[in-house]
């Protein structure tokens, strides 16, 4: 590859999708796919699905591989087949589930657009705590069977003034959902017993222990990544810390909440809960979580959805020309990030 641009741009690395057929045309509008042809030579109309219908001749030249929702799983058996490959652009969030640790030992750079989807995820986040705080819930719920409701006298306590919200994970949505909420007068607490004590993140919250954010918070909004240590981490005796009429959203994983326990104190009137993730999912229509009116759920909307898709592959595209210019990538993940990330 040449010193200048020009010279960088001559040469077009081979590169193909490995994604949900036709997806490639959701996450790149055809501005996109112009740039990302200008520094590769992807064929738009070509998407792998499964490496067992590719030929061994057309993986033996791919130099770089851009994967989204869908993607095949890549381990020690289809590198032997791509002993060219310098490259992955996810076009997603996490790594974890197609991408095997070989994947690393071999040297190639990996990128993920686990940023770009942070973004409607926080901004769904910033929406619901907002309509928690103004007590939308169950005002919905009592002003469909009361035309006169007497809003302040049944409601005194709704508002989003000096209200205090607590966020568990510094994570990159934990993060933004902490930058969005800075603007407004709330009190944020944080949860993370991993970040230090000099992070940035806490001059916009207040950094507390788990049991200390459930009692002191009226609104909590998880931003953990699922792992062993987080799995079941909000139980019965954390929702039992929640002062009454609070309000827990969950647009990470499931299984970080007791979703048992969640149901239970949500059928007994102590708590309301926004939730975009659930376990299983789709929720059965039979499960009682989905009759209780202190629940909303939503299913698993919060991440990229219709236009939002296009932030997604705009972060693929700018790690394609980075890659293709000889600059560093924007958003890399190590090898030492796995064990950390959702």
């Known amino acids: 590859m040449g010193d200048s641009d020009e010279g960088e741009r001559a040469v077009l690395r081979r590169a193909a999708f490995a994604m949900d057929s036709g997806l490639q045309f959701d996450l790149f509008d055809e501005g996109a796919l112009r740039r990302l042809r200008a520094v590769t030579s992807i064929e738009p109309g070509f998407s792998i699905q ?30 032997a087949r791509l002993p060219r490959l310098r490259a992955i652009f996810h076009a997603a969030g996490t790594v974890k589930a197609h991408l095997a640790p070989e994947v690393w030992d071999s040297g190639i ?6 940023a770009a989807n942070a973004y409607p995820v926080a901004e769904y986040t910033l929406a619901m705590i907002l309509l928690a705080g103004k007590g939308v819930l169950p005002i919905v719920r009592d002003y469909r069977v009361d035309a006169a409701l007497d809003v302040p006298g049944s409601y005194p306590a709704i508002g989003n003034y000096r209200r205090t919200v607590g966020i568990i994970g510094a994570s990159t949505v934990g993060r933004l959902v902490i930058e969005l909420l800075t603007p407004f007068s709330f009190d944020i607490l944080l949860y993370d017993p991993v970040i230090e004590e000099t992070d940035p993140i806490l001059t916009r919250a207040r950094r507390v222990e788990l049991a200390e954010l459930f009692a002191k918070s009226s609104i909590v909004s998880i931003h953990a990544p699922l792992l062993p240590e987080t799995t079941g981490m909000v139980d019965a005796a954390e929702l039992a810390l929640l002062p009454r009429g609070a309000t827990l959203i969950n647009t990470a994983r499931a299984p970080i909440v007791n979703q048992a326990a969640l149901t239970t104190a949500i059928a007994e009137g102590r708590i309301r809960a926004i939730l975009d993730v659930t376990d299983p999912e789709p929720l059965p229509l039979t499960d009682p979580l989905r009759s ?3 629940a ?47």
Not at 316 to 337: I, N, Q, T
């Open 109 to 114: 750079l990996v990128t993920t657009a686990a």
């Open 292 to 294: 209780l009116p202190d």
């Open 50 to 79: 499964n490496f067992d219908d590719i030929a061994d001749e057309t993986l033996a030249d791919l130099e770089i591989l851009i994967t989204g929702w869908g993607a095949p799983a890549i381990g020690p058996d289809e590198l």
């Open 296 to 342: 909303l759920l939503t299913p698993h909307i919060a991440g990229a959805l219709g236009n939002e898709l296009h932030r997604l592959g705009e972060s693929a595209l700018l790690e394609a020309e980075l890659f293709a210019r000889g600059r560093p990538p924007a958003f890399p993940v190590h090898k030492s990030d796995l064990a950390a990330s959702a």
